[in-house]
Structure formats: structure tokens, C-alpha cells
């Protein structure tokens, strides 16, 4: 079982920068892709990127390619999404997601979730 807590989320201005964190439980962390998603009232869930288990891999959503910086330490069970010229359309509830062991696409374990409001 893993449990994923968010926190960061936050009120800002837009063309401003906010980092959420994830921090996870267990023991098989740093074997397990992790990615993030939001999803926004009235919308479908989004895609908006992963990361391997070791770091090597990392993948984003066209809508915050150049934008958007995912990272880890796996050493604290922590991955992170630095979040950099926020527009307002950036506005949503924030969750990382924990990936299957044995397929690296499907997700497994979901966090909470963390509310970014970005401002005009």
C-alpha cells in the first residue's frame, strides 16, 4: 500500500511559480513511476506528466512543455512539479499518481489532491 500526500498548492498571480510536492509512503518508491494530473471543475482530468523511478525518464503535456519541471528524491520519497509562468488556465486540483510495478502506464495509487488558483 502506498499513500501520496500533497502539499504547495496555492493562490498566485499569473506569470508566477508555485512548487508542489508529493510525498509517498512505503518502501517501493523509487521503483514506481510517478506522475501528475489535474483536472480542472467541469473537466476531465488531465495529463500532465511522469517520471521514471529513477529520473531518468520524464515525459509532460504539450499544454506545459517548457513551462513545468517535474523531479524526484527518491531518498525522500518525494517527487516534485516546479510550476513556472502560471497562466489562469492553469487552474485545477493537483494529483500525483503512483504507477503499477509491473506496468509502468497504469496507474495505481492516487494522492488527494492540491488546489492551484492562478489569478489574471
Known amino acids: 500500500q502506498v499513500q501520496l500526500v500533497e502539499s504547495g498548492g496555492g493562490l498566485v498571480q499569473a506569470g508566477g511559480s508555485l512548487r508542489l510536492s508529493c510525498a509517498a509512503s512505503?518502501?517501493?518508491?523509487?521503483?514506481?513511476?510517478m506522475g501528475w494530473f489535474r483536472q480542472a471543475p467541469g473537466k476531465e482530468r488531465e495529463f500532465v506528466g511522469r517520471?521514471?523511478?529513477?529520473?531518468?525518464?520524464?515525459s509532460y503535456a504539450d499544454s506545459v512543455l517548457g513551462r513545468f519541471t517535474i523531479s524526484r528524491e527518491n531518498a525522500k520519497n518525494t517527487v516534485y512539479l516546479q510550476m513556472n509562468s502560471l497562466k489562469p488556465e492553469d487552474t485545477a486540483v493537483y494529483r500525483c499518481?503512483?504507477?503499477?510495478?509491473?506496468?509502468?502506464?497504469?496507474?495505481?495509487?492516487w494522492g488527494q489532491g492540491t488546489q492551484v488558483t492562478v489569478s489574471s
Open positions: 517520471i521514471s523511478g529513477s529520473g531518468g525518464s520524464i
Open positions: 499518481a503512483a504507477a503499477r510495478l509491473t506496468t509502468a502506464s497504469s496507474w495505481e495509487y
Open positions: 512505503g518502501r517501493t518508491f523509487s521503483s514506481r513511476a
